[in-house]
């Protein structure tokens, strides 16, 4: 799958791969969807996720995909026919920002594992191996409709490592949740986490100042590693010894790894895009870009997505200059723009978060619409995630990630009612037996029962 | 149509402060009509009505008030009007910044007080939380202390969100104290400690009660406590003043009510996670709650039956209920418990019920103004632009104390600096 990337991953960089700096395949994707029988969903309002409502519409999921969107379209044999009139279907929910299964429920000290924060730079870590699949946050997010869920590590680091993109299915190991063939993303951050979190031990970096140095002497050792395995590559002689770190950002160098970067403040995130250009490397996502409104137009021209939360501020100084109209004003801007949720309880409510934004950009003076404003939920967060050709809206041959909602998404009342990943019934809300329970769950507070009485997704 | 009636009524408002006007010239009759009407008193739920305010009190609500004549009139048609919200747990004006330690007043650690420790001076009712929240249609709170050392936190205060320098309304509104999980943690690490504690402070407030002045001569034996906390606890004792304990699982909330009874105490339960497992042991103790309806996750082993419809069993065993904003969004956004209520209906809480827990309930159980909407009322009311349980509705306008409100703050300043934003030196002159 690789030249997923578009209009965030800037894709236009040419292929100087030589040497395999992503390891894609050291830990492979051994997600395989469950069969699936042909589903028809008849009759209900789409937002497809590409700039349509499309009202009394069927839609087939077939072999796992997208098969046709249409008028009166026929049931293939044995398919399950599913009458949505009066429901709404929507793409699967993408939350780029996630660190369930590393931060999981119950929150016990023995199981943060979401942030190595013993050095500034830890590209070397990857959240993967952190990931505690029988978190039951997990399902929890299922319910609200999340299909897929990018896993990444904290932002006590200048580098923090590895992010991974997993399909919210349940699995043994991860690499049962990992999304086959989605690129590795590289977890940076910039501001106050860095510089409290070493300025507080006496080391580099103690300032926004220090931060900066730190970003730059990685990238000028991560470019000699790139040339001295092209060299290699090129003109043979005695190989480079390997180095985890360096191969992390050595991939961010030859455009297979994406950079996500948690940056709140507008003058950081153009310090950081000219810091890309002096080491010729793109940006893919700026989350928890409360300020990004400040800088829309440069997101824009630099091909930079952002991701943002509808109304969080003031939990430290970089979050003071929240406007609920962030996203639209991105948005607008022509600028890759996202809703994300760095919360278990905030991935659960996604379409919610979404709906408010949507109205604060109304209330802003611009026309958007729920058409329109569901891509910042599905196909925005696809781009960031370099996943947009697979998954992200609803359109034939892609991915059959579906959410059928019992009214419009974007009320408080609705709710996801059937849940579909590759075209599979993984969640619905009427049938206890479609409703997955982690390990966890079972016997926990009934030993002969699961973590609540009834079904455990209300 | 929404956006005419804003600009219009900003103009009023904007007017009147450019020209330094006292709040009571608005207008000294203010008519909304044909909007929804959701009074939570007798009058129950006007589908289509008029509501007359007067010197800022609500003179009549009816179905039609054609004849009458006001000195501004809001067309409500579409528009709902409420009570105002009341957030029942809020640290608003003791924070400004998470974050920045100088920017909070909430907590305080290394100092002989506990229970002693009234937050309420150190308020600050120029704080950026306090527009923006009162934009989201929060008119009151109830502003707590928080504790990093010790199980009694201090006293509790409620405020309005006019942002005067009179805007704390009552303290020594209600003691603060944590169980469970956290107050195990600061007790010294069991939850038996805690409870020992609790009951420690209580017997021997009770023991300085009967002895005051040979206590205060030295005449008795050593007490655990200082005078101040000792006498911080009397109106806690007494019954007057509510202890609010914050307690999640089912057996700490059992072993609370025990405690409530043995001291004859006015108690109230914060966050409940696992209230619904207990409910019909609260409802005949008569003892209320105040949950996050959106916290589900079994985010801790003393909420691992943390569920969605907490709001809605917990009503219907017959407790009274309060919503607070989530607990991730901190009282920065202490407004989203309307957010929670939606959802709390949406998972099984009938609709009005939805709304009272969010202002009526809160009032009641802290005995505070507003939270209903009747004729001799103070006009303590919000009109929003539709259901306002929908995240996709908003306060249009907002009286608190019989006054309209502004509904400016920084996140709409910054918005309309911001709307299109380019290089250059322009954006500063934008105001």
């Known amino acids: 799958m690789i030249g997923l990337l578009s209009a965030c991953g800037g894709g236009d960089k040419p292929e100087a791969r030589k040497a395999d700096f992503a390891r894609q395949d050291t830990f492979p994707s051994t997600y395989k969807a469950d069969e699936a029988t042909p589903v028809l969903i008849r009759g209900a309002t789409l937002l497809t996720g590409t700039g349509e409502q499309r009202l009394n519409t069927d839609l087939l999921l077939k072999d796992g995909k997208i098969s046709a969107l249409g008028e009166d379209l026929k049931a293939p044999r044995k398919a399950t026919v599913i009458e949505a009139r009066g429901k709404w279907v929507t793409p699967g929910i993408i939350d780029v920002h996630s660190h369930l299964g590393d931060y999981p429920a119950p929150a016990i000290e023995s199981s943060q594992d979401g942030n190595e924060m013993t050095a500034p730079n830890t590209a070397q870590v990857w959240a993967e191996h952190s990931v505690w699949t029988q978190d039951p946050q997990f399902a929890l997010a299922l319910a609200g409709g999340v299909t897929t869920l990018q896993i990444l590590p904290g932002s006590a680091n200048l580098f923090g490592g590895r992010g991974v993109t997993l399909k919210n299915v349940p699995g043994r190991s991860v690499q049962d949740m990992k999304f086959p063939g989605a690129p590795y993303g590289l977890k940076m951050a910039c501001g106050e986490n860095p510089k409290r979190v070493y300025g507080g031990k006496g080391s580099l970096p103690s300032t926004r100042m220090g931060n900066v140095a730190g970003y730059r002497q990685a990238w000028i050792e991560a470019s000699a590693y790139r040339d001295k395995w092209q060299d290699y590559q090129g003109k043979g002689g005695e190989e480079p010894e390997r180095n985890l770190q360096l191969e992390t950002l050595a991939g961010v160098l030859n455009g297979e790894i994406l950079v996500h970067n948690h940056c709140y403040r507008g003058e950081e995130m153009a310090i950081m895009m000219d810091i890309a250009k002096e080491f010729d490397f793109q940006i893919s996502t700026f989350h928890h870009a409360v300020e990004a409104y400040k800088v829309a137009d440069l997101l824009a021209e630099n091909k930079v997505c952002a991701a943002m939360w509808a109304d969080w501020w003031g939990f430290k100084h970089e979050a003071f200059d929240m406007t609920e109209a962030n996203i639209a004003i991105v948005d607008q801007a022509k600028a890759c723009a996202m809703i994300h949720s760095d919360s278990a309880i905030g991935i659960q409510h996604l379409n919610q978060e979404t709906a408010k934004a949507m109205v604060a950009g109304q209330r802003a003076g611009f026309h958007i619409e729920p058409r329109h404003a569901v891509t910042w939920m599905t196909l925005n967060p696809a781009k960031s995630l370099g996943i947009d050709a697979v998954t992200g809206s609803l359109e034939k041959g892609k991915m059959a990630d579906v959410v059928i909602w019992s009214g419009n998404p974007f009320s408080v009342y609705a709710k996801a009612d059937q849940v579909f990943i590759d075209g599979v019934l993984m969640y619905d809300r009427d049938d206890p037996s479609r409703q997955p329970h982690s390990d966890f769950e079972l016997g926990i507070l009934d030993a002969e029962g699961e973590r609540l009485p009834e079904g455990g997704q209300q | ?431």
């Open chain 2, 1 to 431: 149509m929404n956006k005419n009636t804003r600009f219009k009524f900003y103009g009023v408002l904007l007017a009147a402060l450019v020209a330094g006007a006292a709040p009571q010239l608005f207008a000294d009759t203010l008519l909304i009509k044909g909007a929804k009407i959701i009074t939570l008193d007798e009058q129950g739920t006007l589908t289509v009505g008029d509501m007359l305010v007067r010197d800022g009190r609500i003179e009549q609500i009816a179905e039609n008030l054609d004849a009458v004549t006001a000195d501004l009139v809001i067309d409500g048609k579409g528009k709902v009007v409420t009570p105002g919200i009341i957030a029942p747990s809020s640290e608003l004006g003791l924070t400004e910044i998470g974050a920045a330690a100088s920017t909070n007043d909430s907590a305080i650690s290394d100092a002989p007080l506990g229970a002693g420790f009234d937050p309420a001076v150190a308020f600050n009712p120029q704080s950026t939380l306090i527009p923006f929240n009162r934009a989201g249609g929060l008119t009151r709170a109830v502003v707590l202390p928080g504790s990093e050392e010790k199980i009694f936190a201090g006293q509790g205060f409620a405020i309005k969100l006019t942002g005067g320098y009179d805007s704390v309304t009552q303290t020594g509104l209600v003691q603060k104290v944590y169980f469970g999980e956290s107050g195990a943690q600061l007790a010294g690490g069991s939850r038996a400690l805690a409870y020992a504690q609790i009951e420690q402070a209580l017997s021997q407030a009770g023991e300085y009660a009967a002895n005051r002045a040979a206590v205060r001569r030295g005449d008795w034996r050593e007490l655990d406590y200082s005078l101040e906390d000792l006498d911080a606890l009397q109106p806690a004792l007494s019954g007057e003043q509510p202890l609010l304990i914050a307690a999640d699982r089912s057996s700490d909330i059992l072993q609370l009510l025990a405690l409530a009874k043995k001291f004859n105490l006015k108690l109230i339960i914060l966050g409940a996670a696992e209230g619904w497992m207990v409910a019909d042991a609260l409802a005949d103790a008569q003892v209320p709650v105040v949950i996050d309806a959106l916290g589900n996750t079994p985010s801790a082993f003393e909420a691992l039956g943390a569920r969605m419809d907490n709001a809605a069993l917990l009503h219907k065993a017959g407790v009274t209920v309060a919503i607070s904003g989530p607990g991730y969004a901190g009282s920065h956004n202490s407004y989203l418990s309307r957010q929670g209520a939606g959802n709390a209906v949406a998972y099984g809480l009938p609709y009005e019920d939805g709304i009272k827990a969010i202002t009526a309930n809160v009032a009641e159980i802290f005995g505070l103004e507003g939270g209903t909407l009747a004729a001799g009322n103070l006009a303590e009311l919000v009109v929003w632009s539709g259901d306002p349980l929908e995240v996709t509705s908003y306060a249009e306008m907002l009286l608190i104390d019989g006054q309209p409100q502004s509904l400016v703050n920084r996140s709409t300043r910054l918005r309309d600096r911001y709307l299109h934003p380019k290089a250059g030196t322009g954006h500063a002159y934008e105001r």
